[in-house]
């Protein structure tokens, strides 16, 4: 099988992560190539992260019209503007590869969406709906019939019960848990080690076990 040609956007934390992921595909079967990184910060272009060299801005995607991309930008603090960038560039979605680590659990009745990062660990039961370019790190589960929807970044350690709904651009923390039935609304951050057992208004940052808001902001109308 002809390997993927895959070209990773973004040069931070994230794809020195998702290139492990990759490396341990490939150990199975090789499957991906990734042939470029491309960031905006000026001070990488040129410079080579793991032996694959930073080839430019963004906008230069069009240079690369066979190839797959990873959208690997995106934190804590910038989570809601992925969607903007994302926008900015004009890729099609079926241009995305969602990439899996092979050590996770992911019931055969899952949908997961294009452009989504799913770290070691992972376990995901049935029925749940993954929308596009959601991040799921090491050793979450992620319970049944739940909907996470676009650009959520579901940190390490998360539980997520039955019949949740995480809401585009939510932030869930590490070692953090929310309850069945839960609905936890757009651009919502939830801080380390906390647990959810009411639903979160959108725009807000809940901490703590019982959960307290600790403040409200606003989300962007492009986020």
């Given at each position: 099988m002809k390997e993927i040609e895959i070209v990773f956007l973004g040069g931070g934390t994230a794809f020195y992560e998702v290139f492990e992921i990759i490396c341990r595909i490939n150990l199975i079967q090789k499957k991906y190539k990734i042939i470029a990184i491309l960031d905006d910060n000026i001070e990488l272009h040129g410079k080579q992260l793991n032996g694959i060299i930073v080839a430019g801005n963004l906008e230069k995607v069009i240079e690369y019209p066979n190839a797959k991309f990873v959208f690997g930008i995106g934190s804590m603090k910038t989570r809601l503007i992925r969607n903007k960038i994302m926008s900015k560039l004009c890729i099609e979605l079926s241009r995305f590869e969602s990439i899996?680590?092979?050590?996770?659990?992911?019931?055969?009745?899952?949908?997961?969406?294009?452009?989504?990062?799913?770290?070691?660990?992972?376990?995901?039961?049935?029925?749940v709906i993954i929308d596009p370019f959601v991040v799921i790190a090491v050793n979450s589960a992620i319970g049944p019939y739940t909907h996470i929807k676009s650009f959520?970044?579901?940190t390490s350690l998360v539980v997520i019960l039955s019949n949740a709904k995480i809401g585009k651009s939510?932030?869930?923390?590490?070692?953090?848990c929310v309850t069945e039935g839960i609905e936890v609304g757009n651009g919502a951050m939830i801080g380390a080690g906390t647990v959810i057992s009411r639903n979160i208004p959108e725009g807000t940052f809940f901490l703590g076990n019982p959960a307290r808001m600790i403040n409200k902001f606003e989300i962007p109308q492009d986020f």
């Open positions: 899996i680590h092979p050590q996770t659990y992911i019931d055969s009745s899952v949908t997961i969406q294009p452009g989504c990062i799913i770290h070691p660990g992972v376990s995901i039961g049935n029925d959520a970044m579901i939510v932030f869930v923390g590490s070692c953090s």
